[in-house]
């Protein structure tokens, strides 16, 4: 198996019953497999919603080490489309020219920096550094602000070997407060002082509502993204002429970034609470219990998918939902397709070829399936064209 193979064990009891089961923190999850039942749910939210209780609907649950609602992921219509209407402009702002021409220079300089080493290890030294230099521009914040998030480490609500770390979370919690402080008192053009000035329906945001944008915001594109540059690093490790073909038909690259994030589906479920009793998947699911919709199986459904569990760089047809779906489809993907883009451009125009030095996988741990999602550390080297 190739070292950079992301192995599907869900197809098995996709196939079967579509469905399967998982408990966590003695609040069980039913999680949804087939492309088709994941979008049916995602699109249903009088039935499945996402404003239950903070952090319920995340899985791991984070009900024990945050009670503040993160926003517009936690709240549902109408009152989600009034907050997402807020919001949006402001996550669009990667696709304007000035933005595209500073995240391509952020990530060219770490991309010559990785050049001039023997060795990198890419999750610590690579991806973590790059997410967090281009979380400046999507918050309009001080590029020297990403030391800050980067001595934080690639995770920001766990530890080594531990599901969750409220003390972890609350360094998080308290950097967001304090910044909130800090743009009442000095109003800038940062997303702080945006959240703080704005009005929903004549009303201000709170001081609550606008930490739960903000946590959401650092929380919700770290691991994903983190996850999603290393597995690419390891691909074109593996796939020397795929990065090649990126070169040669640099048209393909916008199908090449939903190809790569189909395949390693950075994140792998979300969760939502049923309000009444129901049924998914010939299953039933009564009211107060939680479904997750497993991204990363319906990724691999091969009712959908041709040759799900290879990547396809130029594939025509990718009705993918590794930006989830429906309208709580991720607030931060045009960010993130964004710093895929240039990454792979920037790859295929300076490196001819990586090579994988040392590595450990990072499984998640899921009972009746264990999924890789990425690395907890990968050291490879750089080899520039001459």
């Known amino acids: 198996m190739k070292k950079s193979e992301i192995q599907d064990p869900f197809e098995t009891a996709r196939l079967e019953k579509g469905y399967g089961k998982m408990n966590d923190q003695n609040d069980p999850v039913t999680m949804l497999l087939r492309h088709k039942d994941v979008?049916?749910?995602?699109?249903?939210?009088?039935t499945f919603q996402s404003g239950a209780k903070p952090g319920r609907i995340v899985v791991p649950s984070e009900v024990n080490i945050r009670d503040t609602r993160q926003i517009?992921?936690?709240?549902?219509?109408?009152?989600?489309?009034?907050?997402?209407?807020?919001?949006?402009?402001w996550f669009k702002r990667p696709l304007e020219e000035t933005y595209t021409k500073i995240l391509t220079k952020q990530i060219e300089n770490i991309i010559d920096e990785a050049l001039t080493k023997d060795t990198i290890e890419v999750v610590e030294a690579f991806a973590l550094k790059l997410q967090s230099r281009a979380l400046t521009l999507l918050l309009n914040t001080p590029f020297e602000e990403s030391e800050t998030w980067i001595s934080w480490g690639t995770h920001v609500f766990r530890s080594e070997g531990e599901a969750l770390d409220g003390d972890k979370a609350n360094i998080l919690y308290d950097y967001i407060d304090n910044r909130i402080?800090?743009?009442?008192?000095?109003p800038g053009e940062d997303l702080y002082s945006m959240l703080l000035?704005?009005?929903?329906?004549?009303k201000k945001l709170t001081r609550e509502e606008v930490k739960g944008v903000m946590i959401l915001t650092?929380?919700?594109?770290?691991?994903?993204?983190?996850?999603?540059?290393?597995?690419?690093?390891?691909?074109?490790?593996?796939?020397?002429?795929?990065?090649?073909?990126?070169?040669?038909e640099p048209e393909i690259t916008t199908r090449a970034v939903?190809?790569?994030?189909?395949?390693?589906?950075?994140l792998t479920h979300m969760g939502r609470v049923v309000t009444e009793d129901t049924m998914v998947c010939e299953h039933a699911a009564k009211a107060d219990t939680r479904v997750s919709l497993c991204w990363a199986s319906a990724n691999r459904d091969a009712r959908v998918f041709e040759n799900a569990n290879e990547v396809v760089l130029d594939r025509k047809v990718n009705p993918h939902v590794g930006f989830g779906f429906s309208h709580h489809n991720c607030l931060g993907a045009t960010h993130a397709r964004q710093i895929l883009r240039i990454l792979l451009k920037t790859l295929?125009?300076?490196?001819?070829?990586?090579?994988?030095?040392?590595?450990?996988?990072?499984i998640e741990?899921?009972?009746?399936?264990?999924?890789?999602?990425?690395?907890?550390?990968?050291?490879?080297?750089f080899n520039a064209k001459n």
């Open 39 to 46: 979008r049916k749910t995602a699109h249903n939210w009088k």
């Open 72 to 89: 517009p992921f936690e709240v549902d219509p109408p009152e989600h489309g009034d907050f997402r209407s807020l919001v949006e402009p």
């Open 181 to 186: 402080t800090e743009a009442i008192e000095n």
């Open 197 to 202: 000035a704005s009005k929903i329906n004549g």
């Open 218 to 248: 650092f929380a919700g594109g770290r691991d994903t993204v983190i996850n999603a540059i290393t597995n690419t690093i390891a691909y074109f490790a593996e796939h020397p002429e795929s990065l090649q073909r990126l070169q040669d």
């Open 258 to 266: 939903e190809e790569l994030v189909r395949y390693f589906s950075p």
């Open 348 to 362: 295929s125009n300076k490196v001819k070829s990586i090579d994988i030095i040392d590595f450990k996988e990072n």
């Open 365 to 381: 741990d899921l009972e009746q399936f264990k999924r890789k999602v990425g690395y907890d550390n990968i050291t490879v080297k």
